[in-house]
């Protein structure tokens, strides 16, 4: 998701004003991607938003219907779905911006968007990261009191605010200098920063905190939970660790190109890639990089909540309830006691819930 990438940043503004220093670069040389830009991305974000809000609204559906209390996996659940769903909101202002190349709504969306796309982009990443330390948490410490203190209710809602209160800390920057400005006679929505320094900082940003410390906590944690489970004797296991693999691999596939054209972008920030090519170049490559990375929120439905059996047999279950008539002769495995409770009796019991508890 990259918001240096968006319209609401200086892309846009570039197609209008697109001269360099020395006069090489003029708009004739951006319209391919300006064509390209037309076409694509409205496609891939009204794609991304369809297929990421049914996902997302099924996810908060079932928990909210279900699942009360929440456990902390639960919890964590139910706030990616929320930030993906923020995110997702955002797209079909970002379509339009596309399509038209200028900004068609009021002055005030723009900051509002803006809000929605850095709030669900910046919250995903940080409740994908806690639900990997909790699980840590369960499989790792089982024994420790620290299970019980992190896992209570309290804990895990003081923690999910914790997690909303730092999203926004570190996007208000981006929220304060959106605007909407005139180029060229056309209402373009971006952040015009008081400096290259911000512009800067907030490249690396995004590859620090939406990437290297992700990828950190799910090579570290994970690569302590999987000698874990291979020491079961579990049928789950192997399962479970297969899900492990698939969440690193997929987070990695997805956002490792987007991160390596925003460091480049950095490098054009610093001056070291300053040529017109590389200015053009990246240009259409973040839109490439951008749309896998978007799809992500898409998976997440899939690899945190419908690989478990126990979420599955909660949506045939509303689905049941919903569709009478199409859905009634599916047999839903009728599971509806309480939630795990924290403190398990024995580390094997626990791993063979793993699956479940794993939200996968």
Same mark, same amino acid.
């Given at each position: 998701?990259?918001?240096?990438?968006?319209?609401?940043?200086?892309?846009?503004?570039?197609?209008?004003?697109?001269?360099?220093?020395?006069?090489?670069?003029?708009?004739?040389?951006?319209? +391919?991607?300006?064509?390209?830009?037309?076409?694509?991305?409205?496609?891939?974000?009204? !794609?991304?938003?369809?297929?990421?809000?049914?996902?997302?609204?099924?996810?908060?559906?079932?928990?909210?219907?279900?699942?009360?209390?929440?456990?902390?996996?639960?919890?964590?659940?139910?706030? =990616?779905?929320?930030?993906?769903?923020?995110? $997702? !909101?955002?797209?079909?202002?970002?379509?339009?911006?596309?399509?038209?190349?200028? &900004?068609?709504?009021?002055?005030?969306?723009?900051?509002?968007?803006?809000? $929605?796309?850095?709030?669900?982009?910046?919250?995903?990443?940080?409740?994908?990261?806690?639900?990997?330390?909790?699980?840590?948490?369960?499989?790792?410490?089982?024994?420790?009191?620290?299970?019980?203190?992190?896992?209570?209710?309290?804990?895990?809602?003081?923690?999910?605010?914790?997690?909303?209160?730092?999203?926004?800390?570190?996007? =208000?920057?981006?929220?304060?200098?959106?605007?909407?400005?005139?180029?060229? +006679?056309?209402?373009?929505?971006?952040?015009?920063?008081?400096?290259?320094? &911000?512009?800067?900082?907030?490249?690396?940003?995004?590859?620090?905190?939406?990437?290297?410390?992700?990828?950190?906590?799910?090579?570290?944690?994970?690569?302590?939970?999987?000698?874990?489970?291979?020491?079961? +004797?579990?049928?789950?296991?192997?399962?479970?660790?297969?899900?492990?693999?698939?969440?690193?691999?997929?987070?990695?596939?997805? &956002?490792?190109?987007?991160?390596?054209?925003?460091?480049?972008?950095?490098?054009?920030?610093?001056?070291?890639?300053?040529?017109?090519?590389?200015?053009?170049?990246?240009?259409?490559?973040?839109?490439?990089?951008?749309?896998?990375?978007?799809?992500?929120?898409? $998976?997440?439905?899939?690899?945190?909540?419908?690989?478990?059996?126990?979420?599955?047999?909660?949506?045939?279950?509303?689905?049941?309830? &919903?569709?009478?008539?199409?859905?009634?002769?599916?047999?839903?495995?009728? +599971?509806?006691?309480?939630?795990?409770?924290?403190?398990?009796?024995?580390?094997?019991?626990?791993?063979?819930?793993?699956?479940?508890?794993?939200?996968?």
């Amino acid at each position: 998701m990259n918001y240096s990438s968006m319209p609401t940043k200086d892309n846009y503004a570039d197609y209008y004003d697109l001269s360099t220093d020395d006069g090489r670069f003029q708009a004739s040389d951006n319209s +391919n991607v300006r064509n390209f830009s037309q076409v694509f991305l409205p496609t891939v974000y009204s !794609i991304v938003f369809i297929v990421g809000f049914i996902g997302n609204g099924l996810v908060l559906c079932v928990l909210a219907k279900y699942h009360k209390p929440f456990n902390m996996s639960d919890l964590c659940l139910f706030n =990616l779905a929320i930030s993906d769903l923020f995110f $997702l !909101i955002s797209l079909p202002f970002w379509a339009d911006y596309a399509a038209n190349l200028k &900004w068609t709504f009021p002055d005030f969306m723009c900051r509002a968007v803006t809000a $929605l796309y850095m709030l669900g982009f910046y919250g995903s990443i940080f409740f994908m990261i806690l639900m990997t330390v909790d699980r840590y948490v369960v499989i790792v410490h089982t024994y420790t009191s620290l299970i019980s203190k992190f896992r209570s209710v309290g804990a895990s809602i003081a923690l999910a605010l914790f997690v909303w209160t730092l999203s926004l800390g570190v996007s =208000l920057p981006n929220i304060i200098f959106s605007n909407v400005t005139n180029v060229s +006679n056309v209402s373009v929505c971006m952040v015009a920063y008081p400096g290259n320094v &911000w512009k800067s900082f907030h490249y690396t940003e995004l590859n620090i905190l939406g990437f290297i410390i992700p990828l950190s906590v799910m090579l570290f944690c994970y690569s302590r939970i999987i000698p874990i489970l291979m020491t079961m +004797n579990s049928q789950k296991k192997h399962k479970a660790v297969r899900l492990m693999v698939v969440i690193v691999t997929v987070f990695f596939l997805f &956002w490792t190109p987007y991160n390596i054209v925003i460091f480049l972008k950095l490098l054009q920030e610093l001056k070291y890639l300053s040529s017109p090519q590389w200015y053009q170049d990246l240009h259409m490559a973040i839109q490439w990089v951008e749309s896998i990375a978007f799809c992500h929120c898409c $998976l997440n439905p899939i690899i945190y909540a419908f690989v478990g059996q126990k979420f599955r047999n909660l949506f045939r279950k509303i689905l049941k309830e &919903w569709f009478p008539l199409c859905f009634g002769h599916c047999t839903t495995a009728e +599971n509806e006691s309480s939630e795990r409770t924290t403190s398990m009796y024995s580390r094997a019991s626990m791993i063979l819930s793993t699956e479940t508890k794993l939200k996968m």
